[in-house]
């Protein structure tokens, strides 16, 4: 079983930052994929941002140039760092985590963002 825990969430001003962390229980080459989704309330889980084979990056749309995702592997950890922060990226974060053999998804608990003044 992997085990993904997030930390680094909370509260933050409109225009903050916020790093969240991605701790696995294993190593993160071990993964095909691993990034950060969002649920705000009312609405659909959606893809932040993600890294493929530990190299291509995706962002979503309503976040790119503001939020940067990146791997400590000798720490078994994935960041996203959040800059320039709206009221509108106030959701629930969710790390997650996708092997191949067999195929399979990990998520953790996730961890609550709220930006607001």
């Known amino acids: 079983q992997v085990q993904l825990v997030e930390s680094g969430g909370g509260l933050v001003q409109p225009g903050g930052s916020l790093r969240l962390s991605c701790a696995a229980s294993r190593s993160i080459f071990s993964f095909s994929a691993i990034g950060w989704y969002r649920q705000a309330p009312g609405k659909q889980r959606e893809l932040v941002a993600a890294l493929t084979n530990l190299d291509t990056t995706n962002y979503a749309d309503s976040v790119k140039g503001r939020f940067t995702i990146s791997r400590d592997s000798a720490k078994n950890t994935v960041y996203l760092q959040m800059n320039s922060l709206k009221p509108e990226d106030t959701a629930v974060y969710y790390c997650?985590?996708?092997?191949?053999?067999?195929?399979?998804?990990?998520w953790g608990q996730g961890i609550q963002v709220t930006v607001s003044s």
């Open positions: 997650n985590a996708r092997v191949v053999r067999p195929p399979s998804d990990y």
